[in-house]
């Protein structure tokens, strides 16, 4: 029995996992759930699970005296932290958005525990610190994204990233693939919310318009498996079933294909290094997912792509304020406040102005994305007022 703790279960993620779980109550027992303020979603999970542990990230979502089926509630990120140590648990899965998840990351790391990471900020921020954590503490890091988790499958078996030539992460290209830059001018978030293939959070959603959840998905690769970002290739495959290739030093070329389910993934990551049969994953038709095909990434359409890859090769601080920044654009755009191509105007400001430091403890990191975060909402406050002088003019 697996036992499984969860760092934001009421997100798409979290909410997948718990599916997965509850399919194999032989195999797998969730110990504790943690959210940020989703007090009565969390609180329904933990009935229907039987968790033992409850945390909310808010202590002003807690109401007082609460209670629910012996399982102890906490909150605050102390608590937070303490479920992140994997009290009870064999693994924890790491679901939190943005930079907030780095700190769990690197408490479940140090505490020698299996992390399945879903929160991909935590090695973009920090990625030296989560290697070193994991190497220290003894934690395994398992990634749960599609592209990551097909490159680790590809891998199985090779103890020596010295048999890798290059890595190829394929992304769906999104919304608004094929679309001119006059166009994306328009874009409201409400078209920007509906992405052709996957259904996930608002945020990742965004990213995923924008082709910024690509760049920091290349950074990631860079930290994970240790091949420098001149090896490191993205593709558009709008089919979204090839979730990543490896190509070899001889040239042979292994990727991994499925259908566009996050569960798979999350059943790969609990279990790993076995595999665990699931009838409710559909089976492969290759007939029926024919044909599939492969493009370019428009990088004058979507700079925040290139952006963001610019800030992984620049290193130390520069990948923080990267995230930072776009967290900042994302948020804004939601609320209306900026355009799409408004994000992308946001975070270059932000960079040009970043002189990167190098990173050697986490409060290097929250550091550099406070004063980001800071630079960006000035940014943001500019495009606003620029867009308020146009439409009165």
């Known amino acids: 029995m697996i036992r499984i703790s969860i760092l934001g279960s009421t997100g798409s993620i979290g909410e997948s996992t718990l599916r997965v779980?509850?399919?194999h109550p032989d195999r797998f027992q969730v110990v504790g759930l943690a959210a940020h303020r989703s007090h009565g979603t969390l609180s329904k999970q933990v009935v229907r699970h039987g968790a033992r542990e409850a945390v909310l990230g808010d202590p002003d979502a807690l109401p007082r005296g609460e209670a629910n089926s012996g399982a102890r509630w906490r909150a605050g990120r102390e608590a937070i932290l303490d479920l992140a140590e994997g009290r009870g648990?064999?693994?924890?899965?790491n679901a939190l958005v943005g930079s907030a998840g780095l700190e769990p990351t690197l408490r479940t790391l140090r505490s020698g525990k299996r992390l399945a990471l879903a929160n991909k900020e935590s090695l973009v921020a920090g990625?030296?610190?989560v290697m070193a954590a994991a190497g220290k503490g003894g934690g395994e890091l398992v990634p749960v994204d599609s592209e990551h988790s097909a490159i680790l499958q590809c891998l199985e078996g090779y103890s020596s990233g010295r048999d890798v030539q290059r890595l190829v992460l394929t992304a769906s290209g999104g919304p608004f693939r094929g679309w001119e830059v006059r166009d994306l001018e328009e874009v409201t978030p409400g078209d920007a919310l509906k992405h052709p293939t996957w259904e996930m959070g608002a945020k990742i959603t965004i990213d995923s318009a924008t082709l910024a959840n690509k760049a920091l998905e290349v950074i990631e690769a860079h930290f994970l498996y240790g091949i420098p970002y001149d090896r490191i290739q993205v593709v558009v495959h709008p089919q979204s079933i090839v979730h990543s290739f490896v190509?070899?030093?001889?040239?042979?070329?292994?990727?991994q294909v499925g259908l566009p389910t996050m569960e798979l993934p999350i059943l790969y990551a609990l279990a790993y290094p076995e595999r665990v049969g699931d009838p409710e994953l559909q089976t492969f038709d290759p007939i029926r997912s024919s044909p599939l095909t492969f493009e370019e990434v428009d990088r004058e359409a979507f700079p925040l792509f290139q952006l963001g890859v610019d800030s992984g090769r620049r290193g130390g601080t520069a990948p923080a304020?990267?995230?930072a920044a776009n967290e900042v654009a994302v948020?804004?755009?939601?609320?209306?406040?900026?355009g799409f191509m408004g994000m992308p105007e946001v975070v270059a400001g932000v960079l040009d102005g970043h002189r990167e430091r190098e990173v050697g403890e986490v409060e290097d990191v929250m550091e550099a994305d406070r004063e980001a975060?800071?630079?960006?909402?000035?940014g943001v406050r500019r495009l606003e007022a620029r867009r308020s002088g146009t439409r009165k003019e």
Do not use: K, M
Request: net charge negative; aromatic share 8%.
């Open 89 to 93: 648990a064999d693994v924890v899965v």
């Open 247 to 255: 190509e070899f030093v001889d040239g042979s070329v292994l990727g």
């Open 331 to 338: 948020g804004a755009f939601l609320a209306g406040r900026i």
């Open 21 to 23: 779980v509850a399919r």
């Open 127 to 129: 990625g030296d610190l």
């Open 373 to 378: 975060r800071d630079r960006a909402e000035e």
């Open 321 to 323: 304020v990267f995230n």
